[in-house]
């Protein structure tokens, strides 16, 4: 696979992102290494990019690195269970990547135009009418496929995961549904994959 190349400051602004991401307490085992699943989603975020959308520019870029940013300080635990506590848990969250993204990136070179653009993006602000801010949802959602989705099979059951990825599926672009199955390793999630997106007609 070709990556593009990236200017001194968008790499050095993917070094931040990384340093902050690999304090990430939360571990997950991939590939048969144990990484923090912050830094881990960000850099398989970045290889889906280039498969969707090789020609990105340099804020697209830096949001789909950036899209789960210090996510893990933002407790869960802290509001209601439920869609509605996980619908305004998601909304906080996604303030702090926004945040934190201007804050570690402020020594990297890069214009505040950009900056202040690819806040915009990891916020998800415009998504339905925005194909940058497509690219970032499409990436986060190939990234929980990748590593999140069969574990909540076993967590939650098959009926619950079926309604969360329909749901998944109707904020992706045809052409990250076409990948969605290269994310997922194992028969179940694949299975449980084709009958969500079946049931939903998609």
């Not at 990430?24 to 280039?50: I, Y």
């Not at 407790?75 to 848990?89: A, M």
């Not at 934190?100 to 890069?110: P, S, V």
């Not at 497509?134 to 995961?161: H, N, P």
Request: include cysteine; hydrophobic fraction near 45%.
């Amino acid at each position: 696979m070709r990556v593009t190349q990236r200017s001194p400051e968008v790499s050095q602004a993917f070094e931040a992102i990384d340093q902050a991401n690999s304090l990430d307490p939360n571990r997950v085992l991939f590939n048969g290494v144990e990484q923090p699943l912050a830094l881990l989603q960000g850099r398989l975020a970045s290889c889906w990019q280039e498969r969707l959308d090789p020609e990105a520019g340099s804020a697209v870029r830096i949001a789909v690195r950036a899209h789960h940013l210090r996510r893990w300080t933002v407790d869960r635990g802290s509001y209601p269970e439920g869609r509605v506590g996980y619908q305004r848990w998601k909304k906080a969250a996604k303030v702090v990547h926004g945040a934190a993204l201007a804050e570690i990136t402020a020594d990297c070179g890069l214009e505040n135009a950009m900056v202040a653009r690819a806040q915009q993006l990891v916020q998800r602000i415009g998504l339905g009418t925005d194909a940058e801010t497509q690219v970032v949802e499409d990436c986060a959602c190939l990234v929980f496929l990748e590593t999140q989705y069969e574990a909540l099979i076993e967590k939650i059951g098959r009926d619950k995961v079926i309604e969360a990825v329909r749901k998944t599926v109707k904020k992706m672009s045809p052409a990250a549904i076409a990948l969605a199955g290269e994310a997922i390793s194992g028969e179940l999630g694949r299975s449980v994959l084709a009958e969500a997106v079946d049931e939903d007609s998609v």
